[in-house]
Each structure stands twice: as C-alpha cells, then as structure tokens.
C-alpha cells in the first residue's frame, strides 16, 4: 500500500513541532534571564571592585557593608564569604561573587540585604555550622603555610561565631584564653576540639554561674576530654 504524500520521510510532523514550540520558547526567556541576572551580578561587583587589582578589597567591602546598613564586623559578613567560599580574608574575586549571589539569588543590593537572614538561617542548621565553623578558622589564616591563630584572634573569632550559641561557656574559654600562658597560638584541631566538647558536654545551667566554680569545672572538663580525643 502506497504511503499518504504527508508521511514522506523527511517530512516535519506539524504537530511535534508545535508542541515543541513553546518549550523553545521558554527555554529562549530562561537562558535571557539568566544572563540579565549575570550581568546585574557582575555590575554590582565592579561597583564595589578596585578596579587596579579587579577584585573587591576590603575599602570595597566596608562600602559594600555601608550599603546594605550591616556593620562589617557582623557574623553575616562572614557567612557570605562562607557563601562565595572566599579564599582570602578582604577580597572578594568575581569568581566567588558570582558563586555566592547566584546561590542567594541576588543581584541587586536590596536582594542580597533580604538575603542574609535566610542565609544566617542556613549556617545555623546542625548539618550546616560545622563547615562554617571550620571555614571561619581558615579564612582567618591570612599567610602562606599558616596552620594556626595567635590568641587574641580566636578570641574574636570565637565570640563572632559560637558566642550567641554557647555564650557562657564561650566567655569563660576566652577569660581562661586571655589570661593562661601556656597557648600562644591555636590550631584547626583546637578549634575544632571546642566546638565538640560544647556539643558534646552537658552542662548545668550557666546564666547565674558563679566563675570561681563554673569556669575551673568547665576548663578541666575541656583539658580532659580534650586529652582523651587527641590520643
């Protein structure tokens, strides 16, 4: 039996391409939007970008802070450059931008402003603070080969990002920290070691502690637990 003259091969089905119309179409608008999106991100980058080096420094960074009212020692400050995993304590480069605004969905700064507490509700979920607890010593290691943080700066850093989580035993590690002779410096596996003796240790309820009981309990609780993790 002869084939109908509409089946000849080569012959476009009229009714696949219409179907296939609208998904071209779509397809089309969603790969518009997304470049528009990219090109507000990277315009909002080189606003803020010294433009001799090409990355944003951290002149660039305080303006960026200014702009979206949040102190530039605020821990949401932090938590973007978890967000961009930044390398460099300052700097932004537009690689990272890029990263950590296309996952906030932001490309202006009104949106990254209505982004961040989202994002302080990200970094806060268990499953998720651990890494930025390690990001934040890292990127805090500002030389070459650097394996460690004098004092004074975990001092700050511990109050920045576990201080709001386990305030009284954060406050009384720093008193001990700032007093103690025997550390002038602490590692990765320090810092880390703290985060899980806090998780892992109960304590008795802090908020009316009397420091010359709590503090020696909770800091040789730390050196033991401490001792028996690192053997």
Known sequence: MRRSASRKTGQPNSTSSANSLPTDIFRSASSKATSKELERIDNLFHSYANRSSGM???????????????????????????KMKAEKQGYFILEEWRRGLKALRADT???????????????????????????????CLTEEKQKSIDIESICELLDLVLGSQFHAQVNLFIQYLKTQNDYKVIN?????????????????????YDPNLAWPLILDNFVEWLKAKQS
């Not at 003796?197 to 802090?206: M, R, T, V």
């Open 109 to 139: 700064i009104n949106k990254l402003k209505k982004a961040l507490p989202e994002l302080e509700k990200e970094v806060k979920r268990p499953s998720t603070f651990v890494d930025f607890y390690s990001y934040a010593f890292r990127y």
């Open 188 to 208: 990765m596996d320090q810092w880390m070691g703290f985060y899980r003796f806090c998780n892992e240790i109960s304590f008795p309820e802090l908020s009316n």
């Open 56 to 82: 944003i420094d951290p002149e660039g960074i305080e303006t960026l802070c200014s702009d979206m009212e949040v102190d530039h020692t605020d821990v949401r400050i932090l938590m973007l450059a978890w």
